[in-house]
């Protein structure tokens, strides 16, 4: 199994909204069919919640245009949430192939909400 470290890029908060958005980009190709993935966050301190600390959705290719076409399938996984301020924070996740037990070509995007103690409850 492959391990890599890459920071998250933060894209802002939402006014009156628990929840911090961000990305990692994650280089392709990738010859292993799981692959974790370090996240580090430099962030100013922000309360996260601990007992849901973020939703993930994996885009590939063109993040930002027509569909590349990719017909891979992947699961994310969260293996560990280290957060006792964002500042600090650091998240460990794995992703998979679904679709075959290979690697893959094409980039990835993993984006990131990280929801905050703004208004939470369990």
Known sequence: ???I???MIFVGTFPNIPFLSGYIEIPGPQSSNNLTVNITMNQP???VVSFSPA???IRQGNYDGPDSG???QFAVQ???FVAPTVDTASMRVRIRRLDQDSGWGQAL???VLI???MGATQ
Do not use: G
């Open 1 to 3: 199994m492959s391990e």
């Open 5 to 7: 470290t890459i920071p």
């Open 45 to 47: 301190p922000l309360s």
């Open 55 to 57: 939703f993930f959705q």
């Open 70 to 72: 990719f017909l891979d």
């Open 78 to 80: 969260l293996i560990e």
């Open 109 to 111: 995007r993993l984006d």
């Open 115 to 117: 929801r905050t103690d």
